[in-house]
């Protein structure tokens, strides 16, 4: 079993693809069949399994949950720390806070137009943290990491 | 650890029953204790646990995401392949593209009234791939698969 | 690999605090490294990770899914066992039916501000089953259960 933080920087809501950092970790612990867990250790931001080939389909999802769950709500009482805090937790609750993906032959099994994403909810800067479990089946891959 | 692809081809929008598919999978892997995840590699067609017994459970959720999500919606920009293409994504995002459910004494854990389906957005026929890892404890069990 | 049903009397609609049972599930498995795995076997029920300082959070989730979800909304049909049963169906897909949670150095590897919750969409009372499953690493750590 291999444990890994990951840390990434955001600067502003917005999704930021992951799948490159996640690739890494899974050549670093060079399974050759496994899972990969993904848990957000934050209640504003999540992770998604989105579309990576059109940038429009992202803007698009942005614009849904804006006007699903709007900034400065009347209905929150939740406000004290900005008017997006609350859509955040909103946001967060109705995507996901962790991802398992499968490990097949070295490689995360991710369909073609499958990418990874940070969704950050909050609209300043954040730092948020990953952490990344991969459980193998005690073979070690012969791919480098 | 035992992965298996399982091919679904649909036929439209709705919802498709795979509990037995599944089962299929768990007494192939014949584990005793352990883990059954399934990942579907797609961005338009999701996983869900549902009622099982009322039909008319189905029913309603597919209206309720008609609603959510308008076919069309003149909010969207992604729609080079068609009216239902990014609201298919949306319906994805506010569901399932994995999920994990226990195996005890050589069988799903499922609850009485919980069934498997593959929940296609898209209107059109497609072929869906869904990957099955079973984890297990090393013990198998002495069902016969 | 460890395994454990918890039973959680529901009085009502609204989100339950279950941190400190899982974490009693942790210490009795006493894994060093490892995944604790969370699976409600219903499906008017489900599972959240929210934040867990300021109660108004969850009152104003709650305000948020009743406005979604409307109890009694003509659209549905599904409405023999009652005005909250198909906006509990939604609910529950909307949320989450399993979570992994990783354990790391023998502890839940929860965010500072992430608490375990089971959210029960019906109005009446209900008994609910969550079936804990903990993967480890075969290390078992000195922390005392």
């Not at 993904?38 to 804006?66: G, K, W, Y």
């Amino acid at each position: 079993m291999f444990q890994k933080k990951l840390l990434i920087k955001t600067t502003g809501r917005g999704s930021y693809e992951i799948t490159n950092r996640i690739n890494a970790a899974v050549a670093e612990a060079a399974p050759t069949n496994g899972m990969c867990h993904l848990f957000i250790q934050h209640t504003s931001a999540s992770l998604m399994l989105c579309e990576n080939a059109d940038p429009a389909v992202r803007h698009d999802l942005e614009v849904f949950m804006a006007d699903l769950v709007p900034d400065g709500d009347s209905r929150f009482t939740h406000t004290a720390e900005g008017s997006d805090d609350m859509p955040a937790h909103v946001r967060s609750i109705l995507t996901q806070t962790d991802l398992n993906i499968p490990v097949k032959s070295g490689h995360l099994a991710l369909g073609t137009w499958q990418g990874i994403y940070l969704w950050e909810h909050r609209t300043g800067e954040h730092s948020r943290t990953i952490l990344v479990t991969i459980m193998t089946d005690g073979q070690r891959s012969n791919l480098k990491p």
